[in-house]
């Protein structure tokens, strides 16, 4: 069965530091990877999506990610945060077989001024 | 184009009460799909439909339904409300082609049961 573990339920980076948001799959397939992102009393964004085209994918809003299929990681990353980019961040799986979207537990991110 | 809408945004609603919650996907999109999501159990999957069949139904009782539309909109319906499904109700839309298509998702509604 496909899931996926995001380490870290809070992350605090200042404005201007790197964002580094982690996220591990298990899948017994190429997985397809997705990121989105969510803010208060909204529904989810699509920041970015992984489908094996090439393994660094870049996103909206300055975010990209990194499919390492030896470390299982689809990490989250931005140069430079912005206040603006305080939001949950989730990683998901897609799973074709059952036609849903397999998420992890989530990562609120704070930026700090 | 439209994004997913989904009505209404709010509702308060009494234990023991049903509840019927809409879905428009975006147009051209034939799969529907339903998330809950709650502070204690995250985001978790009630049921997918695609040209009104459902293709798969999550780990949820059967106070849990849903149905779709000819013109792909979507309904979910939860009878006898509890309080414990007080929650963030998610619908997204796709496209459906592949596994790697993306999902896009609604606003919500925000259920709480009283």
């Known amino acids: 069965a496909q899931s996926v573990t995001q ?12 964002v580094l948001l982690r996220c591990n799959y298990s899948s017994s397939v190429p997985p397809y990877l ?12 699509l920041l970015l999506k992984y489908t094996s085209a090439a393994t660094l994918v870049k996103g909206i809003n300055g975010f990209e990610a990194e499919f390492k299929k030896s470390e299982t990681s689809f990490h989250l990353t931005k140069p430079s945060a912005h206040m603006s980019d305080a939001a949950e961040y989730f990683c998901a799986v897609s799973d074709p077989g059952t036609y849903k979207y397999i998420f992890g537990t989530g990562t609120r991110l704070k930026v700090l001024a | 184009k439209a994004g997913v809408t989904q009505t209404p945004r709010y509702l308060i609603k ?33 049921f997918e439909y695609f040209s009104e069949t459902q293709r798969n ?19 979910m319906n939860v009878s006898t409300l509890e309080l414990g499904d007080s929650a963030l109700y998610l619908c997204a839309s796709s496209q459906a082609t592949g596994g790697g298509t993306e999902a ?9 049961v009283v």
């Open chain 1, 7 to 18: 380490l870290g339920s809070h992350v605090s980076v200042s404005e201007g530091a790197l």
């Open chain 1, 34 to 45: 997705f990121w989105y992102v969510q803010y208060p009393n909204q529904g989810l964004q």
């Open chain 2, 14 to 46: 009494t234990r023991g009460q049903q509840v019927t919650l809409s879905c428009s996907p975006i147009s051209g999109h034939r799969s529907v799909s339903w998330y809950q999501q709650t502070p204690g159990q995250g985001l978790q999957f009630l």
């Open chain 2, 57 to 75: 139904k999550g780990n949820f009782p059967g106070r849990f339904s849903g149905r779709q539309f000819s013109n792909s909109r979507s309904e």
């Open chain 2, 104 to 112: 896009f998702f609604g606003q919500g509604t925000r259920l709480t």
